[in-house]
């Protein structure tokens, strides 16, 4: 499978689990999950500041983010990529998984780009 049919296919793996996910009416809380969650880290450099609040994807902070299924099932690949948040930026990521568990985690919404510099 070449790196596009891989690429494409985990896209397409991504939505059917947001979908999944976001279909689920009765939510089982994430809490039973932080022994097996390993916290992210925020990406290492933005080209803009901390100043702004993050983005809540959930209605309120106590709600989960949508982001959170599909990263406790997403395969680390270390294949790095860069991702664009309206509140944060432009940011590095490890992997696609590093990226959906910054989402998760911190409650971005972050979402891939071809480059980590606006205009390339």
Known sequence: ??????????????????????????????????????YPMEPASSRRSFSGPPVFVPRNANEPSPWCAVSVVCQ????????????FGYGKFDDICHMLKVNCFWKFNFALVPSCRPGT
Do not use: H
């Open 1 to 38: 499978m070449d790196p596009k049919e891989r690429m494409n296919s985990t896209l397409l793996l991504v939505g059917v689990l947001l979908l999944s996910f976001v279909s689920y009416s009765e939510q089982e809380s994430i809490e039973s999950l932080d022994d097996v969650l390993v």
């Open 76 to 87: 680390r690949s270390l294949n790095p990529i860069c991702g664009y948040d309206e509140i």
